[in-house]
Nanobody, 125 residues
Framework: QVQVTESGGGSVQPGDSLTLSCVLSGITTLSNYAVGWFRQRPGTQREFVAAFKWGGSAKRYGDSVEGRFTISRDTSKNTAYLQMTSLQRDDAAVYYC????WGGGAPYEREYATWGRGAQVTVSS
């Protein structure tokens, strides 16, 4: 059974950096998977943050995080990362990692079948 588990959330100040991790377990061929990061702020719909195809080099970012966030992976650890820099109050949200077999790294929730429980990120001074 495929599982996705996020970690690394926490409370930071504006301008700080934070890295989230996403472990994908129960997968024998990671290169067949796409991984997406989404976030949800209180009272809003889930928003696309970043995505990539594990077996490819292309990465996609949401407009609000382009240039500040970086998505990466470590195949030896079955782990994807979301490196967040220059965090702003508007970045405070629950961040979700999602995986999809044979996915294309699309920026749409419906394209991902397996989701983690989320990691809370708080940005305040």
């Amino acid at each position: 059974q495929v599982q996705v588990t996020e970690s690394g959330g926490g409370s930071v100040q504006p301008g700080d950096s934070l890295t989230l991790s996403c472990v994908l377990s129960g997968i024998t061929t990671l290169s067949n998977y796409a991984v997406g990061w989404f976030r949800q702020r209180p009272g809003t719909q889930r928003e696309f943050v970043a995505a990539f195809k594990w077996g490819g080099s292309a990465k996609r970012y949401g407009d609000s995080v382009e240039g500040r966030f970086t998505i990466s992976r470590d195949t030896s650890k079955n782990t994807a990362y979301l490196q967040m820099t220059s965090l702003q109050r508007d970045d405070a949200a629950v961040y979700y990692c999602a995986g999809e077999r044979w996915g294309g790294g699309a920026p749409y929730e419906r394209e991902y079948a397996t989701w983690g429980r989320g990691a809370q990120v708080t940005v305040s001074s």
